[in-house]
């Protein structure tokens, strides 16, 4: 398939940082990244996006967040074609929809409502889209790439979803790649600690979840309450499989995550590290010297068996402030508002996006400026500017 997306926006942002790209996506002006996306999210409201439920959030936070992260992850290094087709599919990705989820807000089957779409986001966008919502992600993605941890040269032929054997897609490295790439944002975007427990990974002794191949559904739990205490969701060791999948095709653009797919985490990692940061968000506040000391090494050692989510390095930060130390403060809300560039979305959904960034500019903004921790609740309570 020829990526070329019609009716791109011919200024040039590529030369923008990651930095300056998230501070637009952070302001709710997506558009000026996109000439096609405000219409595009317009026509998505008046569909009834918004009404949908999906996971942690509604349908439409959902594509608008997987679009943003897709334009995060391709704009500074792929530019603004590429970057605009990977967005543009990340925001109508399950418009038809799949092989996942049935939300369609556009028939498929209508050659009207395909056509609406191309008006929308482009011929190019619209086809890619379209095919995803005709083919089997799970099979091709979890028991075809994953499983054999590489993205074929010559390509993979696979049936037409309702078709059956019938029709056959073929379907170019180029076009596996976004397919990897695209689903690394969908998982990361939506999944959460209420999804673990509705698989069963806890009732089964963590050998079960959605994200494994061949699980047990004599393990599901299907009355785990939502949404649970949204303890973050055990997806990072998947989407860094994910992402060294995607590194196989040599030709193509790479997230910046996990070092640009050069690094991989393990599950056994991910769960350590997951429960070590949750031992400490959920502990009793009230903590003397001595605690702040043994908290910081758990935080420590849950960086070290994952260092590639942010929240860790808030949770460090404030420790630090609190012993007094002003620089290590500084230098590990650095590292957090480094990582936030580059995911586009939290770890811990227990808050939104915006509200981490923007308390983590704060700790910067006072560890940068040698300002120390309050003693006074109200003067922590009323942080606020950041300049």
Known sequence: MKYDCTGADKESHSEMSRGEILEILLAGEAGKLDKTYDDTVAELKRRGAHRCWHKHSDFLQHLTGVSHTLKLWMLPEAGDIMSD??????????????????LALF???NSTERLIVQQLI??????VIYLFCNIDRQSIVVDTLLKHGTIPKEGLDVPHLRDGKERMIHLEPSLLQLLVTFTMADISDQYFGWQDELFGYTKSGGTNSMLFPDEDKSMHYSKALWPGYS???????????????????TSGFLPPVFNYCE???????EVKARDLYWSVVTSSSYSDEEDDYETIEILKTCISLNPWVFEPYVMIAQKYFHIGELDEAKEMSEKALNLQQMWGFPWDKRLGFSAWVAWTRVLNQRASRKQEWPMNSWEVNNFGLVE
């Not at 599919?89 to 989820?101: I, P």
């Not at 303890?231 to 095709?249: D, E, I, M, N, R």
């Not at 690094?263 to 990692?269: G, Q, T, W």
């Open 107 to 109: 028939d498929p089957s």
């Open 122 to 127: 482009g011929r190019e966008a619209e086809e």
């Open 231 to 249: 303890k973050p969701g055990l997806w990072v060791s998947y989407v860094s499989s994910l992402c060294s999948v995607a590194k196989t095709y």
């Open 263 to 269: 690094n991989a985490l393990s599950i056994e990692d």
């Open 85 to 102: 087709l990977y967005a543009r599919v990340g925001l109508l990705h399950s418009a038809y929809s799949n092989s996942y989820v049935n």
